[in-house]
């Protein structure tokens, strides 16, 4: 069985710890690979690469650093069947989820492309006589990602394209449930031919991370993952005096206003729930039903997630694959059942125990329950599941309300043909991102992305403008210059 190695320096290196963990499909069962626990002494080798490698990189010209970036665009879409594949393989998801991911994985090297422009500075002429000054972004020196295994392929481009653009050197830690998938795109990413040390790959868990917020060698950490490890990140990451942003979870909520239009309102708010079986950080877990929307959209909504095909990824007629592991399966058969004893309706049960002809991979079809009390955790914990979560209000007041007593704040969409409705919706609910008459309202690389409340501990997002403030620091220049000195010769 192949045990999987780090990138460091140009190298593929074996980790110091002789201790593995097995990298598993979750749509079969099968055993893919071993990936390092990680170590300390990994993260330090790969930290002193890339600190020795920061001093001549942040000295190449923007201009120059970016066209590493475009090599990198051209070998991620000349490859993006291959990772895709690879990606569905580890994660469980459909491939087309997959390709949908490699996608958005290049984009964002596309508006890091723009970087000399982007991280152009500020300037004022004459702010006193013969005095000028000018603010110019510089690098922070080391940066580094830890990655949640939900999208093994786009979330580390979140950050690294803009950190390295930037005149940062980086290492990446994917999730060590789907780590070949990020493997690979970096042994593919070896003919972009960036400089040794540039850009590094640590494997591991838990003890690579605290190595990570440990080492005085990184300046910058960005975090994605479940809430309570974000929070655990920002606060150790912080108190080491790092630049600290943490995405955590969600628990999304889509409102259903009686004039929505019924078809592609059904269609969306189905591929928002069920799509990447749930496992998606801006999937809708709450769908409310308003006024009279309840008699209208609830049968639709359930033939929906009836209709979809759940199995494995990678043939042809998936429309959801696998949740990530058993024990992930377990933990939302254990939410539902939870829910019903606590007087919730399981309209749709999902829970099949095993799928025929996938009997070793983890399975849930689309569930649908509603009336679930608050004192159960399916109604206020993120569930990270194919669960649908019917709620009922009166007015759409009543549901912006409920919605923002909610703890987290990543995403809320509305569906409706009124702009009015749209409007209030926008301005008044709680959340990072808002949906309308969008199920998954997650913006374009050049726009800033991340949640609200419980779903984001920082203050900078990640992509775009947001990237480039965090990936620098800034340096005001104050100058004097009189014409007086200008020497005859
Ligand atoms: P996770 O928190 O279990 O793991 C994320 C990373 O943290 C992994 O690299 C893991 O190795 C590390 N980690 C796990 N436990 C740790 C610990 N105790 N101490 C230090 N490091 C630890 O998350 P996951 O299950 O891989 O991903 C799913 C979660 O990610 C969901 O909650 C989802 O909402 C969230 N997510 C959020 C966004 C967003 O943009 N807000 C995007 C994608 C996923």
């Not at 990138?7 to 990298?23: F, K, M, P, Q």
């Not at 940066?143 to 481009?157: K, R, W």
């Not at 254990?334 to 799928?355: C, N, P």
Request: aromatic content about 8%; overall charge negative.
């Amino acid at each position: 069985m192949n045990t999987l190695r780090n990138y460091v320096g140009g190298a593929w290196v074996e980790s110091a710890s002789s201790a593995t963990l097995d990298v598993e499909n979750p749509g079969t069962g099968e055993i893919l690979a071993r990936v390092p626990a990680g170590s300390r002494a990994d993260v330090e080798r790969a930290v002193e690469r890339a600190s020795a490698a920061q001093r001549g990189w942040k000295d190449t010209p923007a201009e120059q650093r970016i066209q590493y970036l475009f090599r990198m665009k051209t070998i991620l879409e000349e490859h993006a069947g291959e990772i895709a594949t690879l990606c569905t393989q580890e994660s469980g998801k459909t491939l087309s989820e997959s390709k949908a991911e490699v996608v958005r994985a290049v984009e964002n090297i596309e508006v890091a492309c723009g970087i000399p422009t982007m991280m152009q500075g500020e300037f004022s002429e004459d702010v006193s006589p013969g005095v000028d000054t000018f603010v110019i972004r510089q690098p922070l020196g080391v940066g580094a990602c830890i990655a949640p295994f939900n999208f093994p392929v786009m979330i580390p481009f979140w950050f690294f394209p803009y950190a390295i653009a930037c005149g940062n050197t980086y290492v990446v830690k994917p999730s060590e449930k789907v780590p070949g998938t990020m493997t690979r795109v970096f042994e593919l990413l070896q003919e972009a031919k960036l400089p040794e040390g540039v850009l590094n790959l640590v494997h591991g868990g838990k003890e690579t991370v605290d190595a990570l917020l440990a080492s005085e060698g990184v300046n910058a950490v960005s975090f994605v993952g479940s809430t309570h490890v974000a929070r655990y990140v920002y606060a150790n990451g912080t108190a080491n005096g790092k630049r600290v942003q943490a995405q955590g979870g969600a628990k999304n909520s889509l409102v259903i206003m009686p004039d929505a239009d019924p078809e592609t309102t059904t269609r969306i708010v189905a591929d928002s729930v069920y799509g990447c079986a749930g496992q998606r950080c801006l999937a809708a877990s709450t769908v409310v039903l308003v006024g009279t929307a309840r008699e209208s959209f609830k049968p639709r909504l359930v033939d929906a997630a009836q209709g979809r095909t759940t199995c494995y990824g990678l043939d042809g007629k998936a429309q959801m694959g696998a949740v990530i592991s058993r024990q992930s399966r377990m933990r939302i058969e254990a939410m539902i059942d939870d829910a019903g004893k606590k007087g919730a309706t399981v309209v749709l049960d999902g829970r099949i125990g095993a799928l025929p002809g996938y009997e070793g991979g983890h399975y849930i079809l689309p569930t649908v329950v509603e009336n679930v009390p608050d004192s159960a955790d399916a109604a206020v914990s993120e569930i990270f599941g194919p669960v649908m979560n019917l709620k009922y209000a009166a007015t759409l007041e009543d549901a912006i309300v409920d919605i923002n007593s909610g703890r987290y704040g990543n995403a809320a969409c509305i569906f409706t043909t009124s702009g009015a409705a749209a409007r209030t919706f926008r301005r008044d609910v709680l959340a990072g991102n808002v949906g309308i008459n969008i199920g998954v309202p997650a913006p374009m690389a050049f726009f800033p992305f991340s949640g609200w409340k419980e779903s984001f501990f920082g203050d900078l997002h990640g992509q775009a403008s947001h990237a480039v403030e965090f990936f620098t620091q800034t340096k005001v220049v104050v100058e004097r210059w009189h014409n007086t000195w200008i020497r005859k010769f």
